[in-house]
């Protein structure tokens, strides 16, 4: 059984920062892409950004200059650096990881969610 967990999520002021963390556990064998997205209430889930495991990267348009996504293959884990928050990132934040466990079948995999709120 493979299982993202989430962490780091919370309220912060606007111009703040926050950083999300995920990390997968269970029999895997192999990590490719793992990633980000986010929904905010009555909108659809999107990106925010998404690394490869050799470490390219790829960034929505209103996280770029602001967001940092970071890997740590030997952990399982995928980082978010979110800096000078805003108000409109304020949502439900979704892990993402495309896994082949030990069996050798590959599967998209979701976290739980965090919730960022970004208010005065």
């Known amino acids: 059984q493979v299982q993202l967990v989430e962490s780091g999520g919370g309220l912060v002021q606007p111009g703040g920062s926050l950083r999300l963390s995920c990390s997968a556990s269970g029999s895997i064998r192999s990590i490719n892409t793992m990633g980000w997205y986010r929904q905010a209430p009555e909108k659809q889930r999107e990106l925010v950004a998404v690394?490869?495991?050799?470490?390219?990267?790829n960034y929505a348009d209103s996280a770029k200059g602001r967001f940092t996504i970071s890997r740590d293959n030997a952990k399982n884990t995928v980082y978010l650096q979110m800096n000078n928050l805003k108000p409109e990132d304020t949502a439900v934040y979704y892990c993402y990881a495309l896994i082949t466990d030990s069996y050798g079948n590959s599967k998209h995999y979701w976290g739980q969610g965090t919730q960022v709120t970004v208010s005065s």
């Open positions: 690394i490869g495991s050799g470490g390219s990267t």
